[in-house]
């Protein structure tokens, strides 16, 4: 398998732009994890998705950010306006869950978003 | 709710000497243990697990962890690091029974390694 994929890998817009990060999940896996890394607040999940819904999305900073998942092979995570405090590493994450043995995660390589 | 604390935010030892990283967790009951390790410019990568059985866990690259539930910890130790170690380290904890498959994270320890 692939791994979980992400694009892309470096982003660099200017305040004010949309900006759309990508995520393409384990094939078989459930659910589905979008996760912002800085260096000031660390590794914070933003939301999750369980077969494709939204389960919890109290993580999303504010109404600035959205998420998707039309299919269970695809999600967005979609930032419109842009500003420079939202200069981070953006992780998804997937995992084949519920379940004992199905709750670990599986990181994608991570995007690089830097707002100027 | 369940929170876990790595109180160490960086840790510098000697190649060759052994390691021990701490991690302690907040949970009603047994929770699920994860320890992950995230080199530079990467994603996470997960090293071991704990569900249930043996507290010792073996993981990759020649880590282990303990779970200790009487102090709530789950430290992981490698018995010769290695220069490729120098990563950053998160533990992590899952709630057995949680629907949503959550997983709530440490702040992580940076682990740097003297030639």
């Known amino acids: 398998d692939a791994g979980v994929i992400q694009s892309p890998r470096h982003e660099v817009t200017e305040m004010g732009q949309e900006v759309t990060l990508r995520c393409k999940p384990i094939s078989g896996h459930n659910s589905l994890f979008w996760y912002r890394q800085t260096m000031m607040r660390g590794l914070e999940l933003l939301i999750y998705?369980?077969?494709?819904?939204?389960?919890?999305d109290s993580g999303m900073p504010e109404d600035r950010f959205s998420a998707k998942m039309p299919n269970a092979s695809f999600s967005t995570l979609k930032i419109q306006p842009s500003e420079p405090r939202d200069s981070a590493v953006y992780f998804c994450?997937?995992?084949?869950?519920?379940?004992?043995?199905?709750?670990?995660?599986?990181f994608g390589p991570g995007t690089r978003l830097t707002v100027t | 709710a369940q929170s876990v604390t790595q109180p160490d935010i960086h840790i510098t030892v000697s190649e060759g000497a052994s390691l021990e990283l701490r991690c302690n967790y907040s949970y009603g009951a047994t929770p699920y243990l994860f320890w992950y390790v995230q080199s530079p410019g990467q994603g996470l990568q997960l090293l071991l697990k704990y569900f249930s059985g043996d507290t010792l866990v073996q993981g990759i690259k020649g880590f282990e962890a303990e779970f200790k539930r009487s102090q709530s910890s789950f430290n992981l130790r490698k018995p010769s690091v290695h220069w490729s170690d120098a990563a950053e380290y998160f533990c992590?904890?899952?709630?057995?029974?949680?629907?949503?498959?959550?997983?709530?994270f440490g702040g992580g320890t940076r682990l740097m390694v003297k030639p």
């Open positions: 992590a904890v899952g709630a057995p029974n949680n629907a949503g498959n959550m997983l709530t």
């Open positions: 998705f369980n077969n494709n819904v939204p389960i919890d």
């Open positions: 994450a997937s995992s084949s869950g519920p379940g004992q043995g199905a709750i670990e995660q599986y």
